[in-house]
């Protein structure tokens, strides 16, 4: 069954190249098409030679092309994935950088918080592009599987002001599920059955089943405690899963940036990450490590080409791209947690939201039922952060600068931090600093 799938934003090495080696692992796709897209004609070049390097040492049928041209590339897709990062690290940097002067210190910076909404206004704009484009020039029900963040931002604002079929994809609830797993000393994954629900990067453990047995909120506590490089690297998270009872999916610097509590004093900051890891919290972690990657990635391109391997079916990943086409193409099912409108699947949060919950996918698509309401402290976290989506999404469609301060101002970690006039003039500083990337707000100066 050849199937054509474009990627966007197709330099990104990592889910580029995981996600197409991934789908090789299935007999069916192997004889797929991907079409790679970027507007980086270098790293276009090293990452489709990279995989066209490892398609032929698999001995497989499949194809890639390359592609500069987004309607051109999207011309008969069945899939198309993307995972463009708007601006690059220049404007990822001024996400990171700008905000710190006023005391804002984030580790991630891709969801909320001054560098998630900043994002958000560069990624929007180009998200509804992209969905025009999927709807004009790919084949007609193609499914559109966004990786990029702000992944809630740029998924709900897909489904208001577009008509492709879009599902958002993260692998933060399969990372927490290993922790879990680790912690209670399972063997494998497939030991431990979670529920989570709620949003994305916000999403909470509501169930977690081990060998049967329904593991309370304690006991998971007392177990990830005794662990200890858990306890080293998870002091947010713990503090969290004491006080709220429910384990967060996501990882101690990501979560912390979250919320108003633990990032909003220097003096306190230290007792709450973990520098050993860009990804336990250290300021601008993500910002660092990706630096240091697209070092790395250059500069030691050849040697990865050389050393470049077959693909085996055992390296499969848990990203849910390959699985959710797989099940689609040959009907075997699949269950994951996935980023849809809400439409009532978590009663007490709103319901044209886009919340990460369990579904399950086959032939006819992804399908999630309901679940019961979240946890009152639960539900409020997500709701604090859905309030701040919805402006900044709104603000990033109209170009609206008073409705970007007001989604500043009530982001959790930034009024914990500044007071409105901060707040007004570092929005400000940001906007002239990312005008390049920010075309809809030059009107509304």
Request: aromatic fraction near 6%; hydrophobic fraction near 40%; glycine fraction near 8%.
């Amino acid at each position: 069954m050849a199937i054509s799938v474009t990627f966007i934003g197709a330099g990104s090495l990592g889910f580029t190249r995981r996600l197409i080696r991934d789908m090789l692992c299935v007999s069916e796709l192997a004889d797929s098409r991907f079409v790679l897209h970027d507007i980086d004609p270098e790293a276009l070049d090293r990452v489709s030679r990279l995989c066209r390097r490892e398609i032929e040492l698999s001995d497989l049928p499949a194809t890639i092309e390359t592609e500069l041209d987004r309607p051109t590339a999207l011309e008969g897709a069945d899939y198309v994935i993307n995972c463009a990062r708007i601006g690059g690290l220049d404007a990822f940097a001024s996400d990171i950088e700008i905000p710190l002067r006023y005391g804002v210190d984030q580790c991630v910076g891709d969801t909320i918080c001054a560098g998630g909404i900043m994002y958000g206004q560069r990624s929007i704009p180009k998200m509804l592009e992209f969905c025009h484009d999927v709807v004009a020039c790919a084949k007609p029900g193609a499914l559109l599987l966004n990786y990029a963040n702000p992944m809630a931002m740029n998924t709900w604002a897909a489904l208001d002001y577009s008509d492709a079929d879009v599902v958002g994809l993260c692998h933060g609830v399969q990372g927490g599920h290993r922790l879990i797993a680790k912690a209670l000393g399972a063997e494998s994954v497939t030991e431990v059955e979670i529920v989570a629900a709620g949003i994305n990067h916000q999403t909470w453990y509501l169930s977690i089943v081990h060998r049967g047995r329904e593991v309370e909120a304690d006991e998971l506590l007392a177990a990830m405690r005794a662990d200890p490089e858990i306890a080293r690297r998870e002091p947010v998270r713990l503090d969290v899963l004491e006080r709220f009872g429910y384990f967060s999916t996501e990882s101690n610097g990501h979560l912390s940036e979250y919320l108003p509590w633990y990032r909003k004093r220097g003096d306190e900051i230290e007792g709450w990450i973990d520098r050993e890891r860009w990804i336990d919290g250290r300021t601008g972690g993500y910002l660092e490590y990706c630096r240091e990657r697209n070092r790395t990635f250059a500069a030691d391109y050849e040697r990865q080409l050389a050393a470049a391997s077959p693909i085996e079916e055992s390296e499969r990943s848990d990203e849910h791209g390959s699985h959710i086409i797989e099940a689609i193409e040959t009907g075997r099912p699949y269950r994951g947690h996935f980023n849809v409108r809400n439409d009532g699947a978590i009663p007490n949060l709103p319901p044209d939201c886009v919340v990460e919950v369990p579904g399950y996918v086959d032939r006819h698509g992804i399908n999630v039922g309901q679940l019961n309401d979240l946890p009152l402290a639960c539900a409020a976290t997500c709701q604090a952060s859905i309030d701040v989506q919805r402006m900044a999404k709104e603000a990033a469609v109209s170009g609206d600068r008073e409705l970007l301060r007001l989604a500043m101002l009530h982001d959790p970690l930034v009024g914990a931090v500044c007071s409105p006039g901060e707040v007004w003039s570092m929005t400000e500083e940001l906007l002239t600093a990312q005008a390049p990337w920010l075309p809809q707000y030059e009107s509304a100066a």
